[in-house]
């Protein structure tokens, strides 16, 4: 293997990306200490603007969009993301060279004053950024008023500590990479918050071109991770995954097996569907194509297609 004499990483600059692209550092510097790997630290668009919510202004991959930049430009040799910040279909010229081992990948209940969602009274504030969490929040709780929340970790939890909100929702891997354990009142079960695809596990993306870093990365992918991250994200783009539509998806592995569990349902919790199925590690894509052609026989396809219109309708009366 030709090892480099140096590596870059892009990485956003809020304090989570960091941390992530400083453990995929030190776990490279590890392996190969002739290396000398560093961090070029970016400010993206989704960093910028904080005042709208994703559905609204073209996704998570405005997160990414300034790092693949810097990829093209050979600014970097690779970049570091939380995989479910990742769109579901790479733009041309890219690709993802490794998944690491998952850690938490469930959402996280922080409240100053309540220990748990059925605590929470009637009328009660729930900030979330997410339109799946948002849908699983209204299904289960009518009775919450459930509001966009967006920013970095620090921030969301600064809103909740000056009381714009009784309680937010925010993913468990990303307050225990920032030592934040102690913000958490409670975790919240796939039977309550299905995760988004891919939640708890960083991607490393290269230029497909650089083929020559794939041998280089092999040993942060992790395999059983990598199969469950494929099904999940297979079903997503079956579905048309995109910030715009309320979908989960989440799989786990037991000796080789795969189970996997999709969830689509309407932003205001009126409408939810759900289907799970099992399969071999080996067949992680057509697992996911799978539990996704379940959902659209249930209706999937139309409920996504009625989301979508409403949003577009939406967009359109705010330009007007």
């Known amino acids: 293997m030709n090892i480099p004499q140096t590596l870059v990483i892009a990485s956003r600059e809020s304090r989570l990306a960091m941390w992530q692209a400083e453990y995929v550092r030190d776990r490279l510097q590890a392996l190969y200490p002739q290396c000398r790997v560093s961090i070029l630290g970016m400010t993206t668009q989704g960093d910028q603007i904080l005042d709208k919510t994703l559905s609204k202004i073209g996704g998570k991959g405005l997160f990414i969009k300034e790092l693949e930049q810097a990829l093209q430009d050979?600014?970097?040799?690779?970049?570091?993301?939380?995989?479910?910040?990742?769109?579901?279909?790479?733009?041309?010229?890219?690709?993802?060279?490794?998944?690491?081992?998952?850690?938490?990948?469930?959402?996280?209940?922080?409240?100053?004053?309540?220990?748990?969602?059925?605590?929470?009274?009637?009328?009660?504030?729930?900030?979330?950024?997410?339109?799946?969490?948002?849908?699983?929040?209204?299904?289960?709780?009518?009775?919450?008023?459930?509001?966009?929340?967006?920013?970095?970790?620090?921030?969301?939890?600064?809103?909740?500590?000056?009381?714009?909100?009784?309680?937010?929702?925010?993913?468990?891997?990303?307050?225990?990479?920032?030592?934040?354990?102690?913000?958490?009142?409670?975790?919240?079960?796939?039977?309550?918050?299905?995760?988004?695809?891919?939640?708890g596990a960083l991607g490393i993306e290269i230029a497909a071109e650089r083929q020559d870093l794939l041998e280089v990365?092999?040993?942060?992918?992790?395999?059983?991770?990598?199969?469950?991250?494929?099904?999940?994200?297979?079903?997503?783009?079956?579905?048309?995954?995109?910030?715009?539509?309320?979908?989960?998806?989440y799989c786990t592995e037991d000796q080789g097996l795969l189970s996997l569990y999709g969830l689509v349902g309407h932003p205001d919790g009126s409408h939810t569907l759900h289907a799970s199925a099992q399969a071999p590690a080996a067949y992680a894509d057509a697992l996911g194509r799978a539990v996704a052609k379940k959902l659209a026989d249930d209706g999937a396809a139309e409920l996504i297609a009625a989301i979508l219109n409403e949003t577009s309708a939406a967009a359109e009366k705010e330009i007007r």
């Open 217 to 249: 990365l092999a040993p942060l992918n992790h395999a059983q991770t990598a199969a469950c991250v494929t099904a999940e994200r297979a079903l997503a783009r079956a579905l048309g995954g995109s910030c715009q539509v309320p979908l989960a998806a």
């Open 74 to 199: 050979g600014r970097a040799d690779l970049a570091v993301h939380s995989i479910k910040d990742v769109p579901m279909d790479l733009p041309a010229g890219f690709a993802l060279a490794a998944i690491s081992e998952r850690a938490n990948p469930f959402d996280a209940f922080v409240s100053n004053r309540y220990d748990s969602l059925q605590a929470l009274p009637a009328g009660a504030v729930v900030g979330t950024s997410s339109l799946r969490r948002e849908a699983q929040l209204r299904a289960r709780f009518p009775q919450l008023e459930v509001r966009p929340l967006r920013g970095n970790v620090q921030t969301r939890l600064a809103k909740l500590d000056q009381g714009d909100y009784d309680a937010i929702i925010l993913a468990a891997a990303g307050l225990e990479r920032l030592g934040l354990h102690e913000r958490i009142r409670a975790i919240l079960p796939p039977q309550e918050s299905l995760p988004a695809a891919g939640q």
